[in-house]
């Protein structure tokens, strides 16, 4: 790994006649250096140190130095396994026959490998080799470099600040690695450097000003690190590619990115920083620019450099970007209208205008049909009135605006241009029907149309979409039946008609949407069966089909469906039994048929074999019998309910094995014996519901180990006993978090309401222990007489605001 080069050097120049040339070199001359090289550092390592001097002395591009079989002579001894050879460093690659190299890792060379080099060696290209370690100090001795890459690798540690001294060097690659610190000021002697990229590291610090200010810098990339302060005024006048986003830079855009423009600046990328104020007008004013990032920082005023609180007397900036070809400026805070000038016929170049969520107002100019635009996304904004129907002179791909307040039917115009592959128009105010010409878009791939007002039906034409994967028409009031032409759609992956007032029955061509993955049919009128043909859907993942009036039994042929991981069929009129062969769908995580109240029959064992099932509701269905033992096999089960069914026998020791529930509720069923002891070992328990059943016996003092227990409901049971002092390690009974940030997790939706800890109506002795009512807000005495029952879905509440 730390090979001695310096030795090498010396044997390699005491047989020049070894050195290979760039036209020919026999294997026979080289077997005698690999004989040289075993002598003085071993047969494993003077492969490696062989290739690394080839690397550095010969010309690799279309060298012939390589065109004969060294397979059996270098590949044929075995590598140690701490040798790797990838990207351009891999024999392979530069026309080595033979056998495979051992895939392990290389450290990066150590000092003296760098001195060796000396004074000779202008290109050090060690890209993508896994190379690890820090980079040598000793590299600044290396006077003569012109370029060094070493992207693409795992190195850590700082750059050297010695870099400085290379005043030879022009092109500097140390993107994709593992470097901390900060860009060293030193870098500003490398008074010739071209190319500067640091890409994809954990650098912190300010841009040094020295490096922006380089007469020669023509590129600097410097994104995805940690870099904070403001964007350096020093900006020379060379340079063409600027590229710091992705990180923490703050404060205004400078007008010095003017500068910029003597250098007929091509790409300019600030996104994903925290920049503030209005975008300066020299910005507006280079007319050589072709790609412009603005994206997701804090920008405001308006797009021709006004600031929202200016007055009429400030002119706006004119727009001069003739050659501007993609302008992104998503997710900052930009106001007014669109510019007029940015469509105009002097923009010739356009091709990509994307604005999401701006703020900005007023209709969609009539010009936008004189750009050549492919792609124009507008979405999240407040732009009103119709969409322009000279959108259709357009060759757009791409159009998008969603989440605006755009009124008017759609223009049938949009659907004539083939070219355009995604649609998307969700949430807004738009009427009409859905046009019957959108058999015309034969490219639309991703169509989006949710939370609008189309009142028709769906059309047949739809059926001719035949590359469509992505259809969102949920929210749309669409009604009538679902088209069977809807199973020509067979590149579908999505489809959502979720929230409409479609009626009928489920097409039984859905069986021929082999693709689909997700399919979303809830909160509609739909009647009949669930077709066993959608077992024909073979890479379905998520069926929603809840909020129906949907009967039947539910398909035992649904087993086959061998990636189905959600089942949602929660409130229709499904009857008989829980299938059994749902047992052997391995991928199954969430299972949801409550309020089914014809469902019958026990909870099949064979459930026991869903070991990824995460989540299952059974709540106001018929279901009985006992929980079956096999529960404690569902080792990722995070919620189980079953609420109002017949459910009867005890609840089964064997849900102590269940450690990732939090929620477990079994209330209004006919549960008998005892609280299992086991309850304790549920460790990540937070809510806990079994009342009004008929449980007797005591409350388990091992449940002192539930400490994240949140509700506790036991009322209107036979419990006896005492309320163990052992509970006082139960500290957050009858709580709620005080801060959620993270919505995913469940203890968020623990309401006030819900937080508190119920025992009334049984037969429970002594008094409370003390450790526990210190945890109470309010406590409520049992009453003398029992309180008539509530109805099921109403179940006792504490007062507004307060835990009991």
Known sequence: QSFPLTQLVVAWQEHPSLRPSSSSLSPHPYRRLKSIMTRHLGCARAWAAAWLLLMITID???????????GADFFGDGLPDSVQWEGYGDPREVGFPGSEPTKKA????????????GMTCTRLILEDMKLTSTIPTEIGEMTQLVEINFSYNQLTGTLPTELGELTNLKHAFFGDNRLSGSIPTQLAGAVALMQFEAYNNDFTGTIPDGLTDLPALKRLYIAGNMLTGMLPTTLGVSLKFLDVSDNALSGPLPTQLGNMNLGRAKEIDLSYNFFTGTMPSELLSMPDLIFLYLDH??????????????????????????????????GNAFSGTLPVEMFNAGHLSLRMVKLDDNMLEGPIPMHVGEAPLEVLSLSGNKLTGCIPSEVAGLLLTRLELHGNDLNCSI????????????????DNQLTGTLPTEIASATSLSFLALSMNELTSSLPTEVGKLAVLKHAYLDSVVLDGTIPTEVGLLTALVTL??????????????????????TLEVDHNSLT??????????????????????????LPSEFALLDNIQTLVGAFNKHTGALPTEWGSMSHLKELDLGTNYDLHAAIPTEFGKLTELQDLFLNHTGICGEIPTEIGQMEELVVFRAMNTGLNGTIPTTIGLLTSVVDFQVRLNKLTGTLPTEIGDMHNLMTLLVDRNDLEGTLPTEMAANTRLRRLY???????????????????????????RDQRDYECHITVSQAYVAVLRNRLQNPIPETVLQQCTVVIPDPPAPPPLPPPSSPPSPPPGQGT
């Open 60 to 70: 690799l591009p279309g060298s012939r130095a390589y065109e004969h079989d060294f």
């Open 106 to 117: 290389l450290t990066i060379a150590t000092a003296s490998e760098f001195v060796a080099c």
């Open 297 to 330: 920082n804090e920008l405001s005023g308006t797009l021709d450099g006004v600031p929202p609180e200016c007055d009429s007397e400030q002119p706006p900036a004119k727009w001069n970007l003739t050659s501007l070809k993609e302008l992104c400026a998503s």
């Open 411 to 426: 223009p049938t115009e949009i659907f004539v241009d083939a070219s355009l592959h995604a649609l998307s128009l969700s």
């Open 528 to 553: 009949g069966l669930v077709p066993s043909e959608m077992v024909g859907m073979r890479d379905l993942e998520a069926f929603f089909w809840y909020r129906n009036l949907i009967s039947g039994t």
């Open 714 to 740: 036991t009322y209107y049971n036979h419990l006896t006993g005492t309320i163990p002092s052992e509970w006082d390690s139960l500290t957050r009974l009858g709580s709620v978090p005080d801060d959620c």
């Open 496 to 517: 959502s008609l979720r929230y409409n007032s479609f009626d009928g029955t489920l097409p039984t061509e859905f069986g021929t949407l082999t693709s689909v993955v």
